[in-house]
């Protein structure tokens, strides 16, 4: 079926750098924008970026620029999002989300994975 | 960046009960606004897009309106699995900005 499948979760201590997973099923994973998305602990959203998976171009929050890195590998459907030089209040769930429209980035984002648990702590 | 500001932050109602939600965007963002629904442990769902889309599969007690800078979100008879918390959503521009969110329990 239609689905993202994130990888497990993660503890990392500050300074260190985190990469996640998010694989696709059920769909052309070229033909969707993938977003990257993270909430801390009883907050609320954070877009953080977004990969055509098609081309490989990325678009990152300036938040995150130089931190953050967005890629895919096609032949096995799977986006990834690193972050560098990780701190504590990076601790979050992290989701990947994909964009609704074909080929094209509308910003609503139809279908979510479970979400990533990075945990940042010395 | 596109500030969005939700009101009220939490609300408690009754089964029922009709339930309203609004989102304010920091500056025009026509109809590029979408409401997302997320219970506890969960990944957020996707309900309304364009501000007044419904989503498909998802109940039309849930509805949205609005354009411009000024925007709701009403379930007309609230059920004891809308218990969740509501954001909105910007996509006018990047980056795609989320308002803070909006609890919503059973009194």
């Known amino acids: 079926q239609v689905q993202l499948v994130q990888s497990g979760a993660e503890v990392k201590k500050p300074g260190a750098s985190v990469k996640v997973s998010c694989k696709a099923s059920?769909?052309?994973?070229?033909?969707?924008?993938m977003h990257w998305v993270r909430q801390a602990p009883g907050q609320g959203l954070e877009w953080m970026g977004r990969?055509?998976?098609?081309?490989?171009?990325?678009n990152y929050a300036q938040k995150f620029q130089g931190r953050v890195t967005m890629t895919r590998d096609t032949s096995i459907s799977t986006a990834y999002m690193e972050l560098s030089r990780l701190r504590s209040d990076d601790t979050a769930v992290y989701y990947c989300?994909?964009?609704?429209?074909?080929?094209?980035?509308?910003?609503?984002?139809?279908?979510w994975g479970r979400g990533t648990l990075v945990t940042v702590s010395s | 960046d596109i500030q969005m500001t939700q009101s009220p932050s939490s609300l408690s109602a009754s089964v029922g009960d009709r339930v309203t939600i609004t989102c304010q965007a920091s500056?025009?963002?026509?109809?590029?606004l979408n409401w997302y629904q997320q219970k506890p442990g969960k990944a957020p769902k996707l309900l309304i897009y364009d501000a007044s889309n419904l989503e498909t599969g998802v109940p039309s007690r849930f509805s949205g309106s609005g354009s411009g800078t000024d925007f709701t979100f009403t379930i007309s008879s609230l059920q004891p699995e809308d218990i969740a918390t509501y954001y909105c959503q910007q996509y006018d521009n990047l980056p795609g900005t989320f308002g803070p969110g909006t609890k919503v329990d059973i009194k």
């Open positions: 059920g769909y052309t994973f070229t033909g969707y924008y």
């Open positions: 990969i055509n998976p098609n081309s490989g171009g990325t």
């Open positions: 500056q025009d963002i026509s109809n590029y």
């Open positions: 989300a994909r964009d609704r429209e074909y080929y094209d980035s509308s910003g609503i984002f139809d279908l």
